[in-house]
């Protein structure tokens, strides 16, 4: 999984080898530093391409320095997503109070 940062957004799941398109919305989460960089992801307990939809509920995961580091999310069928950033002194700010992830058809 890959998404661009933002309050809206755009990303792509990989599941069982094809890429689908997404978007998504309600986020804050933006990625801190001077060159930028990736949020990427791992899907966790998806079985059904359409269980990927849905509200995700985000909580910071953080590092010694108590940075923000990453962030675990979850939806109501089960699916969890592991976000993280790609770069170096580089932090992510998680602002969402609930993400809607649609996917694009």
Known sequence: MRLATGAEGKGTLIFQGWEYPFKFSGAKISVTGAEGGDIVGEV?????????????FPKAEFDEANRVTGVWAHNDKGVTLHMNI????MGIIVGAKGATVTLMR
Do not use: A, K, M, R
Request: aromatic share 12%; no cysteine; charged share 20%.
């Open 44 to 56: 966790f307990n998806l079985h059904t391409l359409s269980d990927i939809e849905g509200t995700y």
């Open 86 to 89: 790609q770069g170096e002194n």
